[in-house]
């Protein structure tokens, strides 16, 4: 049995949640509005202030989906509640960030400049000139634009320059020698 399926969702004060046909769950808070069509095999149910998933049968696609339906739901609940944050760190001599609007200028060692621009309901955040925040109410688009950020210039083992997650560790490589 699925012990994360079976837990039930508790639903926060200022929190709203609508089921409607085909499994299209709508989550509203505080924060925002957030919407997924989630499985159809899923039986999700609203009993009180709790929101509980359940599955029709056993069988191995169903075990799965029955988990992964239950932490979506509570995802877009944690989201419109308290939101999510990714950080990246900027290393290198010469690298940095700046904003200017919604839109994120990365300088990386290139020729130019890369210039990156907020997507809909993401927003950035500089801290000086090397730590941004990439924060919304998807968990799922913050994860994405933080690895598009990231993927412009990935962190080298032998310096470590490059943009890497806050919580990320680089295996370092050891430089050539030289001769004798």
């Known amino acids: 049995m699925s012990r994360i399926g079976r837990m039930?969702?508790?639903?926060?004060?200022?929190?709203?949640?609508d089921i409607a046909e085909n499994n299209k769950v709508t989550v509203k808070g505080p924060k925002g509005t957030l919407e997924r069509v989630l499985p159809a095999e899923m039986e999700i149910k609203l009993e009180g202030a709790e929101v509980v998933v359940s599955r029709p049968n056993d069988l191995k696609k169903m075990k799965s989906l029955h988990g992964l339906t239950r932490t979506l739901i509570n995802n877009m609940i944690v989201g419109v509640t308290q939101g999510f944050e990714k950080k990246l760190e900027v290393n290198g001599v010469g690298y940095r960030a700046a904003k200017a609007g919604k839109v994120l200028t990365l300088s990386l060692g290139y020729s130019h400049p890369v210039e990156m621009t907020d997507p809909e309901g993401i927003e950035t955040v500089l801290e000086g000139q090397n730590i941004i925040y990439v924060r919304g109410i998807d968990k799922e688009k913050v994860g994405q634009f933080a690895a598009e950020i990231r993927d412009k210039r990935r962190p080298e083992p032998y310096k470590g320059k490059g943009i890497k997650y806050a919580d990320e560790t680089i295996r370092r490589k050891v430089g050539k020698t030289g001769k004798k």
């Open 8 to 17: 039930p969702i508790a639903i926060p004060a200022g929190v709203t949640v």
